[in-house]
């Protein structure tokens, strides 16, 4: 087996200053790598009447560190900017036969809302966006209720935000 031959960096083209080489010093600091962030939510329960709709509160930070300012945990933001996973859990209760309840998740300044429709909220329906956002921009967990006769009460059941890049 033959070894390796050693890398070398250059700054423009080859006939410029030597970098780095591989084995030896270098001058060139790279930056560490990105190590991600992941926080786990919860929150509280919230009755929505028939026909209405209402934001979730992100009452609990479970794991990691807070990704966002939760001073009003009903609006929600992200306090850096960064490229951003979601993974969103809302349950909620069981429902008159034939009524359904639409859930969403949105960054107004970002992106539109995803919605779900689930007749069966009981066991739970999860949405996943990947997105970038930065600080300030509010994250909302939406529910509309169209459950045909009485107000039903929803909560983010497990929300995972990973800050997968800066």
Aim: charged fraction near 15%.
């Amino acid at each position: 087996m033959t070894p390796l031959s050693p890398i070398k960096l250059f700054r423009g083209d080859a006939d410029d200053e030597l970098v780095e080489s591989f084995g030896g010093f270098t001058d060139l600091q790279l930056p560490p790598p990105f190590v991600p962030q992941e926080a786990r939510y919860t929150g509280a329960v919230t009755a929505i009447p028939n026909g209405g709709n209402a934001l979730l509160p992100w009452t609990t930070l479970v794991f990691g560190p807070d990704l966002l300012d939760r001073t009003n945990v009903t609006l929600p933001t992200f306090l850096t900017d960064g490229l951003y996973s979601l993974t969103c859990g809302v349950a909620g209760e069981a429902l008159t036969p034939g009524g359904y309840c639409r859930i969403g998740v949105q960054a107004p300044a970002v992106f539109a809302v995803f919605y779900t429709s689930t007749d069966r909220p009981e066991y739970g329906d999860v949405l996943t966006a990947v997105f970038r956002a930065g600080p300030g921009v509010q994250l909302d967990v939406v529910v509309e209720n169209h459950d045909g006769a009485s107000a039903r009460s929803f909560s983010i059941d497990r929300a995972i935000l990973v800050k997968i890049a800066d």
